[in-house]
């Protein structure tokens, strides 16, 4: 039976870098509707800082905003890695079928760090799941830069 996507002869993997990026927005812009008027676009890095005045705003609103732009924050510094890593793995020459894997697992962790990030830890007990969940992103870009160093 095939595939709904196809894994195997298509590669998919370049594709993977934009979905990674908008991954890494997607935070950010969750903290943009969070802080609503209180967000300055003129001045976005004190958004936490003015959040923090609003006497309006419940504390635990204010620290989902501040885990959702860490999150974001996060993202960008490993998005770069996880680029490399991918036209590492396409240049050796890596199996499409492993590739896209790769990819497709390193996208499903950015997105499922960034709800454990963001809305699990509303539970502050839970906080030990989002290493776990980043350390397989990380996994996945070790094991193409690996890969690719094997295969030249």
């Not at 309006?56 to 999150?71: C, D, G, P, Q, V």
């Amino acid at each position: 039976m095939a595939s709904f996507l196809d894994l195997e002869s298509t590669n998919w993997s370049y594709y993977s870098i934009p979905v990674a990026f908008v991954l890494c927005m997607a935070p950010h812009a969750y903290a943009v509707a969070l802080a609503g008027k209180n967000y300055d676009i003129s001045n976005p890095r004190k958004t936490e800082e003015i959040c923090a005045k609003d006497e309006k705003m419940s504390k635990a609103t204010l620290k989902r905003i501040s885990r959702a732009r860490a999150a974001a924050a996060n993202g960008f510094e490993t998005l770069g890695l996880y680029a490399a890593a991918i036209t590492a793995g396409n240049a050796a020459g890596l199996a499409t079928g492993r590739m896209n894997r790769l990819a497709l697992t390193y996208v499903l962790s950015r997105a499922v760090y960034n709800y454990v990030y963001v809305v699990l830890q509303d539970n502050a007990r839970l906080a030990a799941v989002r290493p776990l969940v980043w350390g397989v992103g990380i996994a996945v870009v070790m094991g193409l830069f690996v890969g690719a160093a094997g295969k030249l």
